[in-house]
């Protein structure tokens, strides 16, 4: 974690500006809902890989509890939707559906309830 400011301070979520970052990859991921085949693989792999590395970058500015959680869970969203869409990973005929219904549910578990319980910001060591 960056030393100096408080972690409420640095957290990129806490900014209307830099909070714009989030919605990139959802808005390419959305779009990517519309659009099928390789184009949908692309746009969610990339939109999963940026979400994630987003994410990542969060957790070590500021320490936000989720981000530790939904960095790796969209980066393997972003692996899953890569390989389901080279047809080598076998989800059958809803495995867009699966990729995003289980990334969405986890991500809103790890902002909403497991930050409600434990807290945004873990204790200062």
Same mark, same amino acid.
């Given at each position: 974690?960056?030393?100096?400011?408080?972690?409420?301070?640095?957290?990129?979520?806490?900014?209307?500006? =830099?909070?714009? $970052? !989030?919605? +990139?990859?959802? /808005?390419?991921? *959305?779009?990517? %809902?519309?659009?099928?085949?390789?184009?949908?693989?692309?746009?969610?792999?990339?939109?999963?890989?940026?979400?994630?590395?987003?994410?990542?970058?969060?957790?070590?500015?500021?320490?936000?509890?989720?981000?530790?959680? =939904?960095?790796? $869970? !969209?980066? +393997?969203?972003? /692996?899953?939707? *890569?390989?389901? %869409?080279?047809?080598?990973?076998?989800?059958?005929?809803?495995?867009?559906?699966?990729?995003?219904?289980?990334?969405?549910?986890?991500?809103?578990?790890?902002?909403?309830?497991?930050?409600?319980?434990?807290?945004?910001?873990?204790?200062?060591?």
């Amino acid at each position: 974690m960056t030393e100096g400011a408080e972690p409420k301070q640095r957290d990129l979520l806490a900014s209307p500006n =830099t909070r714009l $970052l !989030f919605w +990139l990859p959802w /808005l390419l991921i *959305l779009i990517g %809902g519309f659009i099928g085949g390789v184009t949908r693989t692309v746009l969610w792999t990339v939109g999963f890989s940026l979400a994630g590395a987003i994410c990542l970058v969060n957790a070590r500015r500021c320490g936000r509890r989720h981000c530790f959680y =939904t960095g790796p $869970l !969209f980066l +393997l969203a972003a /692996l899953a939707s *890569l390989l389901y %869409g080279l047809h080598v990973l076998p989800l059958g005929p809803h495995g867009w559906a699966w990729i995003l219904d289980i990334t969405v549910a986890a991500s809103l578990f790890f902002c909403f309830v497991l930050e409600k319980l434990l807290g945004k910001y873990p204790a200062a060591r």
